[in-house]
T-cell receptor, first 118, second 114 residues
Framework: GAGVSQSPRYKVAKRGQDVALRCDPI?????LFWYQQALGQGPEFLTY????????KSGLPSDRFFAERPEGSVSTLKIQRTQQEDSAVYLC????????????????FGNGTRLTVT | AQTVTQSQPEMSVQEAETVTLSCTYD???????LFWYKQPPSRQMILVIR??????QNATENRFSVNFQKAAKSFSLKISDSQLGDTAMYFC???????????FGTGTRLKVLA
């Protein structure tokens, strides 16, 4: 596609439910990132994939958060047993660079999924 | 650890006027990258301008320019001839070379008034 596509755009979940957020990166982009953006804050790093390999998951806030990218393209961020503090916008970004980032290959962001946990 | 501070939560400017958004950061690194991202209501983060710390010349992209003061650790964004479409959240971000974790500030909400 022309850009990074995320779905759903909005998700409302009751506390305790599991959710799955999808990211379709730009075709051919090697690197894929998930960021969490709480209300009134800047995005914060969650995890990084290079192709299908999850090279860094240090930003995932708890073991309820799980991300995968099994074929090196589409990625899914799963949150189990959602809590109210999980309410945020979840942004996906991809980059052509195979080294995670290069100055001349900046990140392309999707429109995010706004998750509200009630 | 690096930090990025944006001290102006909200700003407004009249259409066609100039506005400057402030950003300061803290790092012990000598070389790094700095960015300004725009986030309109669509929520998509759009790269506005970027600067490499070892370059003394301030970056410019059309109506957008930066004032990079390395010693003061300041990286402000100037928007000239403001347009209604510039209305958005603006985030300053820091990146250490060889890494991929952006450090974002808390953002400045800019409103351009007709």
């Amino acid at each position: 596609g022309a850009g990074v596509s995320q779905s759903p755009r909005y998700k409302v979940a009751k506390r305790g439910q599991d959710v799955a957020l999808r990211c379709d990166p730009i075709s051919g982009h090697v690197s894929l990132f998930w960021y969490q953006q709480a209300l009134g804050q800047g995005p914060e790093f969650l995890t990084y994939f290079q192709n299908e390999a999850q090279l860094d998951k240090s930003g995932l806030p708890s073991d309820r958060f799980f991300a995968e990218r099994p074929e090196g393209s589409v990625s899914t961020l799963k949150i189990q047993r959602t809590q109210q503090e999980d309410s945020a916008v979840y942004l996906c970004a991809s980059s052509f660079s195979s080294q995670g980032f290069s100055y001349n290959s900046p990140l392309h962001f999707g429109n995010g999924t706004r998750l509200t946990v009630t | 650890a690096q930090t990025v501070t944006q001290s102006q939560p909200e700003m407004s400017v009249q259409e066609a006027e100039t506005v400057t958004l402030s950003c300061t950061y803290d790092t012990s690194e000598n070389n790094y990258y700095l960015f300004w991202y725009k986030q309109p209501p669509s929520r998509q983060m759009i790269l506005v301008i970027r600067q490499e710390a070892y370059k003394q010349q301030n970056a410019t992209e059309n109506r957008f320019s930066v004032n990079f003061q390395k010693a003061a650790k300041s990286f402000s964004l100037k928007i000239s001839d403001s347009q209604l479409g510039d209305t958005a959240m603006y985030f300053c971000a820091f990146l250490k070379p060889g890494t991929y974790k952006y450090i974002f500030g808390t953002g400045t909400r800019l409103k351009v008034l007709a």
